[in-house]
């Protein structure tokens, strides 16, 4: 059973930088894809990004509405993920979930969704 806690959310203005963090805990960090959804009020849940698992080299895929934009790394020692979300637009505003899943295609397409962590509220201002 893996716990995954969201953090660094908050109001932003347009154009400004929110780093978000995932902290995983209680499994194998290693053995999982991660990646980042978000929901707005009223839309559906949205595919931000996801990383590959640690191997010797990982990859990463984003949404096109955040490529360029937003980069995701981990860090296997602290066993985090992270969320670097730069240029930030209103449209952004939603809440960011972490979720760990077999692989980036997987979590891509939103199947296979072994975890989630409870959401970090971001908003970006006008």
């Known amino acids: 059973q893996v716990q995954l806690e969201e953090s660094g959310g908050g109001l932003v203005q347009t154009g400004g930088s929110l780093r978000l963090s995932c902290a995983a805990s209680?499994?194998?960090?290693?053995?999982?894809?991660m990646g980042w959804f978000r929901q707005a009020p009223g839309k559906e849940r949205e595919f931000v990004g996801a990383?590959?698992?640690?191997?010797?080299?990982?990859?990463?895929t984003y949404a096109d509405s955040v490529k360029g934009r937003f980069t995701i790394s981990r860090d296997n020692v602290k066993t985090a993920v992270y969320l670097q979300m730069n240029s930030l637009k209103p449209e952004d505003t939603a809440v960011y979930y972490c979720?760990?899943?077999?692989?980036?295609?997987?979590?891509?397409?939103?199947?296979?969704?072994?975890?989630w962590g409870q959401g970090t509220q971001v908003t970006v201002s006008s």
């Open positions: 979720a760990a899943g077999p692989t980036t295609s997987a979590l891509r397409a939103g199947l296979t969704l072994y975890y």
């Open positions: 209680g499994g194998s960090f290693s053995s999982y894809a």
């Open positions: 990383i590959s698992k640690i191997t010797s080299s990982t990859t990463s």
